[in-house]
Each structure stands twice: as C-alpha cells, then as structure tokens.
C-alpha cells in the first residue's frame, strides 16, 4: 500500500479513505518542488495542453460547473470566441478548471503562459476579496485577486521545467467572498516544451546492485538518529556515470530550512544542490564511471523523526522510520528519475540492494527491522541491532517499547508481531495469525518468500491504514489490510515498478492478490465502473492522481484489481494463475513494466487482447 488507508481497508472503503488522503495531503510550503535536474532524455518541442483556447468545446478540460468554458455575453475571448469565466457571482463562490498534461521527459524548458482578464466590482485598495490561484501539480504558481482588476487581458508566464517527466494538472481555482462579484477571465492556455539532450543510449537501469553500509545511534526516545552511510554500486550502463543522486525521501515531512535527513562530508564525489522539495541531492562522482566500473560514496546522516503517526513519524513513544535512508536514484533510458514525493501513494522507484545496518539504540526500545536482525549488547544500558538484507529495495525500522509476539507460518516463515499500547493481546494474535495466513498463501501462488522473517508493526492510530517495506510493514488492526501489506512483498518488493510513473502495478495486483488470499472472486466487480473522464485511466501516474486525489483508490485499486479478475476469467483461472507465477519468477528481484505485463498475457492465450487493454483502459 501507500499511505493512504484505502491501501489498507477493503475494496469498500475506498471512497472514505479517499477522502482522508486528500484531507491529510498537504505539502509543506518551504518543501514546493525545486527546479529539477535536466533529464537526460531526448525531447520533442511540444505545446502539450489540448484545447487551451477553448474552442472545441470543454474536453479535456474538468469544470467544477457546467458554463464555466463559454462565449456569453458579458466578457470577451482573448483569440476566437471562448473563454473561461471564473466566479463573478457576487456571493460566496468557488469554481475551478483544470487539466492534466503530461510534460516530456528530457526537456530543459517547459513554459506555462495564459492570458487573464480581471474585472470587478470591488471598491477597496488594498483588500483581497475574491482570488484566482494557479496550480501545476500541488504547486503554486501565482495567486491573483480583485487588487489586480485591468482594462484588457495579460498574460502570465511561468517556468515549469522542474516537472519534465511528469503528467500534471494544470488548474486554476477562483473564490469570491460574500458580495461584490470579481471575473476572473482566462484564454489560450499553453505549455511549451523545447531544448533537451541527446539520450543515454540504452534503457539499461543504473547504478546497479547497490550495497549500503549504515551505522547509526540513537537518542533515548528514538527520535533522532547519527551516523554514517555509505553505498557502493556499479555502472550497468554504456553511458558513463558523471553523477549520483541520493533520494533524501522524507525532507517532504519537513522544510527545505529543517530538513529531516541531513547529509554532510560526503566522500566519494562531491555534493551538489538539492532539488525537487529537498528530496533529491546531486553527487558528482570524481571521473565518470564507465560500464562495469563500481564506486563508493559516504557522508554523515541525521534524521530527526517527527511528531505523527505516519510511515515516518512518532506516535507517543513509538517511532517509525519508513524511507528515512537515503538511497540512490535510478537512471535509465528516459534519464534520471527523479519525481517528487506523494503523500496520496508512492514515489518510490529503486532497483534491489543489500543492507547492512546497525542501529545502536537505549534497551529499552526494540527495533524491528527489514531483514534479518541480530541483537548484542552495546554500551552501558543499550543494544545493538544488526539488521542484514538481500536483495530488497528499501530499508525501514521501528524503534520504541513494543509488545512483541513471533510465530512461524506453516511453510515456515516465521514472524514477529511488534504492537504500540493500546493494542490487546487479542487483536495482536490475530494479526499474527493473518499475516502467518497471507505469507503463505502468496508464496503458493507467486513464489517463495525469500527474506527470511516479516515483522509487522501494529498501530490503529495510522491515518494511511498500513505501507509496505521489504519484510517489514506498518498496519492496522485489519485482516484485509495486512493481507495486502503482505502482498506487496512480490508486487513492489520482489517484483519491482516504478512507482509513481506505474502505482497500479503494485496496488492492483496487491489488491487482486489480497482478494484470491481471502478467497474472493471479484464476481461482477467491473459492472460498476463508472469513468470520471476521458484522461482518467487505470495505467494513470501519481502526477496524474495527486490532481485527481478523489479517484485515486477507487481506479488504481478497485478497478485495477477488476481488470485482473476480468483478465482471469478471460483466460481462465489456470492460465492466468500460470501467468502470475511465471511474470514473478521472470520479474524476480527485476523491474515490470506495462507493456512487459500485456506482452506476457498475450504470449498466454491466442485471443488477441487488444480489445480488453482498451475496454480497460490500461495504456502501454
């Protein structure tokens, strides 16, 4: 799952726990996306915003009202007849328009223009009554007001680079206070893409097999941790490596003026600036590595939990450090990867890594981990824990006085179930008694767990439900959602995606999973899909989601997970169970793509697909 409790809750939750997430996702100002490294992608100088003058009728644009893309009387088009007219009622009003564009990879100059026409009936000077924002993404761009009233239209310009790569919502909200009306009048929207470099080559992911090293101490909460970091890694690529990116994921919980995760006296290359919300550091390595060629890089780590129960956060005396490791950044074909966080689902995208980590923390705090740990005594009233993993994307701990129960599943995995106060000894056997269930039952159908224990940390005051790390994931109290934590160890930990450009390969078949461990069919689920438009489609990027928060469960989960039931009963239970396990076992420890997982289910039956991909609208 993501951080979103539709992850963790059943199917019939989604539209609740929709609503949640985008209550809770808010970003940190001082944490806005900063302007991205150029990708080293080719670009194609596009204009990628369809029907900016609004002349072919409303698509594919989405008003909060019908009339708000018109050629009444009252206002004047900039170009052509149409226009879209925001507000202008004189009451209490809001109305917003918005579009979803997908800005080109490689790019090294995206510029958003429009021209604005403000006329109003407001009589003060120096008030902000009524308001028109403009968005791309999460991100402001400019706030207008009735102080900003003109004679004529004026167009703005914004540069957008930092989100090439990215599918995005262009959107503008207008709101009007209780009297006095103010137009906001907008006309010929555009983004224009150009400039790029030539790409890397090769879709050859690197840097390849990266060995981190980390050794940290704690204070006596568990709330801060210091220490060192090192990776090293191997360039897979014929394109030489110049640089390094360490993805500094959780500085989104912070600002980029108190940061969460610090790194300094980096060794092993030299550190550059940070970008995309301080999420993101440049390393510039010391001669470029060419293929086959390895490196190491270290610096000094800080991280600062802070206060939430989140997947990096503290819940009374209970901390959780999810992505709190920095970890390389992937480059590939389309350049370096390099999205912004998303508090709505993941971001995250890495290829399989070793850890070895030790965690030297007061005895009084267990520390579950990802991977195998190993506990020995440390200084006077303290423990270290040796925490050792193959072959997993990411690394996550939890540090706090924990009431813990093990067991071993009947295959033979054993697991240990750590629970914050307030949870019974009841609902912790429970637990323990699903994921021992839902371990084995994935491995029949996908394949060996192959990393050793799974610990699960349980906490019912988790706003997102539960998420997932290789071995170790946050829940609830809930048979549905730790069966679906527990998924994803094939579907993101063992078979890899990325993330934020791909959610439903994870989430829908976790989802779908989940529902085959507790014995759902999924009868009849795709007779209530109901498109909200055009654009919207399963095979969707969080870009695409974080502008349609509302929709996000309900498409990449619910109905992702029905077009694999539907995909099941087109091929039949036993060719489609087949195709699961040989798609994992040929993905092991891999990366899976769309066009991978359609190629695969083709190659599976001689009834041409072409019509099911379209009908379920899965792109790729």
């Keep these: ?22 209550a809770l996702s808010v970003t940190p100002a001082a944490a806005a996306p900063l302007k991205a490294p150029t990708s080293t992608a080719a670009c194609t100088p596009a204009q990628v915003v369809t029907n900016g ?12 009202q019908t009339g708000l893309i018109t050629s009444r009387a009252g206002q004047a088009a900039h170009g052509g007849t149409t226009f879209a007219w925001l507000n202008g009622v004189g009451r209490t009003h809001t109305d917003t328009l918005s579009q979803s564009v997908a800005i080109p990879s490689g790019c090294s100059t995206a510029t958003l223009t429009f021209w604005l026409h403000i006329d109003t009936a407001e009589t003060t000077s120096s008030t902000k009554y009524d308001k028109l924002t403009a968005k791309i993404g999460t ?91 090192s990776a090293t890694f191997t360039n897979a690529s014929p394109t030489a490596l110049t640089e390094v990116y360490l993805r500094l994921w959780d500085n989104y919980h912070g600002t980029c003026s108190a940061m969460p995760i610090t790194v300094s006296n980096v ?26 060629q390895s490196a190491t890089i270290g610096f000094d780590l800080g991280i600062t939990v802070p206060s939430g129960a989140d997947r990096f956060g503290y819940d009374g005396a209970f ?11 992937v480059r590939d074909g389309a350049g370096w990867h390099l999205d912004p966080y998303t508090n709505n689902g993941e971001s995250f995208y890495s290829l399989a890594s070793d850890f070895r980590v030790t965690l030297d923390h007061p005895s009084s705090l267990l520390v579950p981990a990802t991977g195998a740990s190993v506990d020995t005594p440390g200084t006077s009233g ?126 829908a078949f976790t989802d779908y999973a989940t529902d085959l461990a507790l014995n759902k069919t999924g009868a009849n689920c795709w007779n209530s899909v109901s498109w909200a438009s055009t654009a919207e489609k399963i095979t969707n990027s969080m870009g695409y989601w974080d502008a349609h928060s509302s929709r996000y469960s309900t498409v990449v989960y619910g109905y992702g997970k029905c077009a694999l039931h539907d995909l099941r009963r087109t091929l039949g239970d036993t060719a489609m169970a087949k195709l699961l396990k040989d798609y994992a076992t040929s ?23 072409s019509s099911f991909w379209t009908q379920h609208r899965i792109d790729g």
């Design 1 to 22: 799952m993501r951080a979103t409790p539709h992850k963790a809750l059943a199917a019939s939750t989604f539209t609740l726990a929709a609503l949640a997430a985008a």
């Design 53 to 64: 003058g609004f002349e072919s009728g409303t698509s594919p644009w989405t008003q909060s």
């Design 139 to 229: 991100t402001t761009l400019a706030t207008y007001s009735n102080l900003d009233k003109n004679t004529g239209y004026v167009q703005k310009s914004f540069d957008v680079s930092a989100f090439a790569g990215q599918t995005v919502a262009v959107a503008f909200t207008g709101t009007e206070d209780s009297s006095l009306q103010t137009s906001f009048v907008v006309d010929d929207v555009a983004l224009d893409t150009s400039g790029g470099t030539t790409p890397p080559g090769d879709s050859t992911r690197t840097p390849a097999s990266p060995s981190y090293t980390v050794n940290l101490s704690s204070n006596t909460s568990g709330t801060g941790w210091t220490g060192h970091e």
């Design 267 to 292: 060794t092993g290359g030299t550190a550059g600036a940070l970008s995309v919300g301080c999420t993101a550091l440049k390393i510039d390595l010391p001669t470029p590595l060419t293929q086959g």
């Design 319 to 329: 901390s959780m450090l999810g992505n709190a490791l920095p970890v390389l950044a």
């Design 382 to 507: 303290r423990t270290v824990t040796t925490a050792t993993a193959t072959k997993v994307r990411d690394f996550a701990w939890a540090a706090g006085p924990f009431s813990k129960i093990s067991g071993t599943s009947a295959a033979g995995t054993p697991i240990n179930v750590y629970s914050v106060s307030g949870i019974s000894s009841a609902d912790a056997q429970s637990m323990l008694t699903t994921a021992k269930s839902a371990v084995d039952a994935h491995s029949g159908r996908f394949g060996a767990y192959p990393y050793g224990e799974l610990d699960a940390v349980i906490d019912n005051n988790y706003w997102f439900g539960g998420m997932e790390y290789p071995g170790f994931v946050l829940d609830l109290v809930s048979t549905t959602a730790l069966t679906h934590e527990i998924g994803h160890q094939w579907w993101y930990g063992i078979v890899g995606d990325d993330e934020y450009a791909s959610p439903w390969l994870d989430e």
């Design 587 to 609: 993905h092991w420890y891999g990366v899976s793509t769309t066009a991978e997982f359609k190629a695969a289910a083709q190659a599976a039956t001689t009834t041409d697909l």
